[in-house]
């Protein structure tokens, strides 16, 4: 089955650090542009962070550039998102996306359900 | 607050059909044919409906369809169904960002 797992999510307090991981399976994640993507309590989505097939482009919104880390291990099937100096602010569903092969544009076309990250003291 | 403006909520009955609005500037919806739209049911994964304003990924129904008139994109569900009662999202390309999205919108189906 092609599908996005999330995991890692917790409750962290502010100034903290998590790492989310998204376990890929049912398709060849080396070929795929990956995305983070969040979601904070009762509002819209907001687009996180990109990294190319082999990990050589990355890129972050401004919110969160300096704090969080992008990776992947293709050989694992695996993406990660590092996140330190959390802030109450950070608090969200995090999903992690893949994005729709030969388009130039962010379109999202496979979608996890989407890992809690609670940042609270 | 997201930079795309979506209606919280909009309601309609089974066989009918509903409009979602999702309203931008000129340095995203109204500039780009590059608008897609997104389902998601309660606690499940979004799903990809609609890309470039109007086009329709493999598999989903052909009763969603996408349209745009200047800084307002649409996505209009014909013939409404139980089974799509869920949020929808609407996203575009924007010149200080990969992708923006949308606030969402609460579809109820009565």
């Known amino acids: 089955e092609v599908q996005l797992v999330e995991s890692g999510g917790d409750l962290v307090q502010p100034g903290g650090s998590l790492r989310l991981s998204c376990a890929a399976s049912?398709?060849?994640?080396?070929?795929?542009?990956m995305s983070w993507v969040r979601q904070a309590p009762g509002k819209g989505l907001e687009w996180v962070a990109n990294i190319k097939q082999d990990g050589s482009e990355k890129y972050y919104v401004d919110s969160v550039k300096g704090r969080f880390t992008i990776s992947r291990d293709n050989a694992k099937n695996s993406l990660y998102l590092q996140m330190s100096s959390l802030r109450p602010e950070d608090t969200a569903v995090y999903y992690c996306?893949?994005?729709?092969?030969?388009?130039?544009?962010?379109?999202?076309?496979?979608w996890g359900r989407g890992t809690l990250v609670t940042v609270s003291s | 607050q997201s930079a795309l403006t979506q209606p919280a909520s909009v309601s309609g009955s089974p066989g009918q059909s509903i409009t979602i609005s999702c309203t931008g500037t000129s340095s995203d919806v109204g500039g780009y044919n590059y608008v897609s739209w997104y389902q998601q049911h309660p606690g499940k994964a979004p799903k990809f409906m609609i890309y470039?304003?109007?086009y329709r990924p493999s598999g989903v129904s052909n009763r969603f369809s996408g349209s745009k008139s200047g800084n307002t994109a649409s996505l209009t569900i014909s013939g409404l169904q139980a089974e799509d009662e869920a949020d929808y999202y609407c996203?575009?390309?924007?010149?200080?960002?990969?992708?923006?999205f949308g606030g969402g919108t609460k579809l109820t189906v009565l």
């Open positions: 470039d304003v109007s």
């Open positions: 996306a893949r994005r729709l092969p030969a388009s130039r544009q962010w379109y999202f076309d496979l």
């Open positions: 996203s575009s390309y924007t010149t200080s960002s990969p992708v923006v």
């Open positions: 049912g398709f060849t994640f080396s070929n795929y542009w």
